[in-house]
């Protein structure tokens, strides 16, 4: 069992920065793909990040790849999601996910067994 916090969200403008982290405690997450989601109010959770077990491949949606970075210190127990650039439409709770099944760097919900409680990002116009 493995236990997800998000933290780093919080309300800022557009163009801004946001680094969000999310911690892991209950086991060490070294062999999990971890995963970024988000949830804008009314729409349905999207895949926004994956990263590989050690670190060395990424993948972006479309839609934010320009902008946003995912990372992991796996000595830290802890993933990262740096994101640039924002814009009104990343307004979402955003939420950290590990896949403990597998090692390809899914975009599925159902791929991940663990999830955090979310952080809330707010850009304002």
């Known amino acids: 069992q493995v236990q997800l916090v998000e933290s780093g969200g919080g309300l800022v403008q557009a163009g801004g920065t946001l680094r969000l982290s999310c911690a892991a405690s209950?086991?060490?997450?070294?062999?999990?793909?971890m995963g970024w989601f988000r949830q804008a109010p009314g729409q349905r959770r999207e895949f926004v990040a994956a990263?590989?077990?050690?670190?060395?491949?990424?993948k972006h949606a479309d839609s934010v790849s320009a902008r946003f970075t995912i990372s992991r210190d796996n000595a830290k127990n802890t993933v990262y999601l740096q994101m640039n650039s924002l814009e009104p439409e990343d307004t979402a709770v955003y939420y950290c996910?590990?896949?403990?099944?597998?090692?390809?760097?899914?975009?599925?919900?159902?791929?991940?067994?663990?999830w955090g409680q979310g952080t809330q990002v707010t850009v304002a116009s």
């Open positions: 990263i590989s077990r050690n670190g060395a491949a990424t």
């Open positions: 209950g086991r060490t997450i070294s062999s999990d793909v």
């Open positions: 996910a590990a896949n403990e099944w597998g090692t390809a760097l899914e975009i599925s919900l159902n791929k991940y067994k663990y």
